[in-house]
């Protein structure tokens, strides 16, 4: 079954830091981009950043630009987002989402369930 | 960066019924880049429609995209009681990705 499960959310505070994991099974993980997607509470769906399928390529909301990361680790089927100097309005569900192809500017054909980050003070 | 306005808001309609969805971007999307994607509450989005037209794996012929440049509709021909959920449209045609703000389906 094609899957993504991702970890790491949680509480912190403003100026803190997070990093979140996605965990990739039952697809080629390094045949496909990837990207990371946020819904605050009662908002919409809103783009955080992508990277194609060996990390060559990537990109970022000018909202989290600067203060957030983008990584993958390949040989163990993970995505991660590695988040610094969080603001309270990144407080969202973060969704890790497949792109169709190797790239990360595409549609997203599987998604996470998320992981939700919270940030106060 | 282009900015997706989806109407109506919420839409109130009964099973059997015929769903249209807009959605209008401030600037033409190249090449039909377009998606179109269901969420029911609690559940992680679910891709419908990319290219503009054509169906994701296992969707049910009842919903189609149509359109170009500044305007995308999804149709619903006939709502079925699962179909009652937010819809979003997304392009990934120009820097950066961005999606509508969401329409949400309800039964009258």
């Known amino acids: 079954e094609v899957q993504l499960v991702e970890s790491g959310g949680g509480v912190a505070r403003p100026g803190g830091s997070l990093r979140l994991s996605c965990a990739a099974s039952?697809?080629?993980?390094?045949?496909?981009?990837m990207s990371w997607v946020r819904q605050a509470p009662g908002k919409g769906l809103e783009w955080v950043s992508g990277i194609n399928w060996n990390g060559g390529s990537i990109g970022y909301a000018d909202y989290v630009k600067g203060r957030f990361t983008i990584s993958r680790d390949n040989a163990k089927n993970s995505l991660y987002l590695h988040m610094n100097s969080l603001r309270v309005e990144d407080t969202a569900l973060y969704h890790c989402?497949?792109?169709?192809?190797?790239?990360?500017?595409?549609?997203?054909?599987?998604w996470g369930k998320g992981t939700t980050v919270t940030v106060s003070s | 960066e282009i900015v997706l306005t989806q109407s109506p808001g919420t839409l109130s309609l009964s099973p059997g019924e015929r769903a249209t969805l807009s959605c209008r971007a401030s600037?033409?999307?190249?090449?039909?880049?377009l998606a179109w994607y269901q969420q029911k509450p609690g559940q992680a989005p679910r891709l419908l429609i990319y290219?503009?037209?054509s169906r994701a794996t296992g969707i049910p012929g009842r919903f189609s995209g149509s359109g170009s440049g500044t305007d995308f509709t999804l149709t619903i021909s006939r709502l079925e009681p699962e179909d009652f959920a937010v819809y979003s449209c997304q392009q990934y045609g120009d820097s950066p990705i961005t999606f509508g703000q969401g329409t949400r389906l309800e039964i009258k």
């Open positions: 989402a497949r792109n169709p192809t190797g790239a990360y500017y595409y549609d997203m054909d599987v």
């Open positions: 290219g503009a037209s």
């Open positions: 039952g697809f080629t993980f390094d045949d496909y981009g």
């Open positions: 600037q033409s999307v190249s090449s039909s880049y």
